[in-house]
């Protein structure tokens, strides 16, 4: 069984008009697809293609006006708040702006155990240990717990945000375009630290990105948006790159100067 699947989605967003009746226009059109256990998902697609919107409905956060969203098989819009709190737990986020993402008047401690305090009520000894742990795990040090996010570099504080985000121990994380505000070394070194999580704890991901470089280092299925809808979506990477679809022809373009393995692929 697929851990997320994605049938038929279409959704807009009403635009508002004093003098007609609100209309909506679609921003995604009968979008489907799927992750498996422990699989990258890249989603691919210029500026205002859907990216973010089927984003937010994949996470709970904005209902779609048609098709389906099963999660571990759990119909996500049909289940009841109950339901719904459990699959938030398995279903984390991590956004593009590392730092308002964060309260500025929590530090990393506060932050981190803030999802730990929702849901697993540990001892203020335990859940310490918990987060010191943590930030073991994405490569900062435990004394870091004190620190508030102003004393933290961005590349420091997106580690945080990640921290934060596998504190439950989910199956999936949705990274909204989580490297892209980042200097090419952190960005390295934070989708290094990606991979490594993936690989360790069997984490799925969905990879929302403008960069087909950062997409295909951590991706193992890419798929492409246009205007709302999905126009490619292929299980393979290196299969990906060898198709003739033009969006897929453009992204690959883009990389060739400084990625002389893919001149071969066109
Ligand atoms: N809350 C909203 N209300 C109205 N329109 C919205 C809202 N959020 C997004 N849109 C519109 O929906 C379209 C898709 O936006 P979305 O953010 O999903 O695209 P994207 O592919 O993630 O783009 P980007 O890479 O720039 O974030 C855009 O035209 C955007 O203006």
Same mark, same amino acid.
């Given at each position: 069984?697929?851990?997320?699947?994605?049938?038929?989605?279409?959704?807009?967003?009403?635009?508002?008009?004093?003098?007609?009746?609100?209309?909506?226009?679609?921003?995604?059109?009968?979008?489907?697809?799927?992750?498996?256990?422990?699989?990258?998902?890249?989603?691919?697609?210029?500026?205002?293609?859907?990216?973010?919107?089927?984003?937010?409905?994949?996470?709970?956060?904005?209902?779609?006006?048609?098709?389906?969203?099963?999660?571990?098989?759990?119909?996500?819009?049909?289940? #009841?708040?109950?339901?719904?709190?459990?699959?938030?737990?398995?279903?984390?986020?991590?956004?593009?702006?590392?730092?308002?993402?964060?309260?500025?008047?929590? #530090?990393?401690?506060?932050?981190?155990?803030?999802?730990?305090?929702?849901?697993?009520? =540990?001892?203020?000894?335990?859940?310490?240990?918990?987060? $010191?742990?943590?930030? $073991?795990?994405?490569? =900062?040090?435990?004394?870091?717990?004190?620190?508030?996010?102003?004393?933290?570099?961005?590349?420091?504080?997106?580690?945080? #945000?990640?921290?934060?985000?596998?504190?439950?121990?989910?199956?999936?994380?949705?990274?909204? $375009?989580?490297?892209?505000?980042? *200097?090419?070394?952190?960005?390295?070194?934070?989708?290094?630290?990606?991979? *490594?999580? %993936?690989?360790?704890?069997?984490?799925?991901?969905?990879?929302?990105? +403008?960069?087909? %470089?950062?997409?295909? +280092?951590?991706?193992?299925?890419?798929?492409?948006?246009?205007?709302?809808?999905?126009?490619?979506?292929?299980?393979?990477?290196?299969?990906?790159?060898? =198709?003739?679809?033009?969006?897929?022809?453009?992204?690959?373009?883009?990389?060739?100067? $400084?990625?002389?393995?893919?001149?071969?692929?066109?």
């Amino acid at each position: 069984m697929s851990l997320l699947r994605v049938s038929h989605v279409t959704h807009g967003y009403a635009a508002s008009s004093l003098f007609r009746k609100a209309k909506r226009s679609i921003v995604l059109s009968d979008i489907s697809l799927s992750i498996e256990p422990g699989q990258c998902l890249g989603l691919l697609g210029a500026s205002g293609a859907g990216k973010s919107t089927l984003g937010k409905v994949i996470l709970g956060l904005e209902r779609p006006q048609k098709g389906q969203i099963l999660f571990q098989g759990v119909d996500l819009y049909a289940s #009841n708040a109950y339901d719904r709190k459990k699959l938030r737990r398995d279903l984390q986020v991590v956004f593009q702006d590392c730092y308002s993402s964060v309260n500025p008047k929590m #530090n990393a401690e506060q932050i981190i155990g803030e999802p730990l305090m929702n849901y697993e009520k =540990l001892s203020a000894q335990a859940q310490t240990r918990r987060v $010191e742990e943590l930030l $073991e795990i994405v490569g =900062l040090h435990p004394d870091d717990r004190k620190k508030y996010p102003h004393q933290f570099s961005g590349g420091q504080l997106q580690r945080i #945000n990640i921290a934060r985000a596998i504190a439950l121990k989910p199956k999936m994380i949705v990274l909204d $375009e989580a490297v892209s505000s980042l *200097d090419m070394v952190t960005q390295s070194a934070i989708l290094k630290l990606l991979l *490594d999580l %993936k690989a360790n704890f069997g984490l799925s991901y969905l990879f929302i990105s +403008h960069d087909i %470089k950062a997409a295909y +280092h951590i991706s193992d299925a890419l798929a492409v948006m246009d205007h709302g809808e999905l126009v490619v979506h292929s299980e393979n990477k290196e299969q990906f790159i060898g =198709l003739q679809h033009l969006s897929v022809q453009k992204l690959v373009q883009s990389m060739l100067p $400084e990625h002389p393995r893919f001149r071969s692929g066109v």
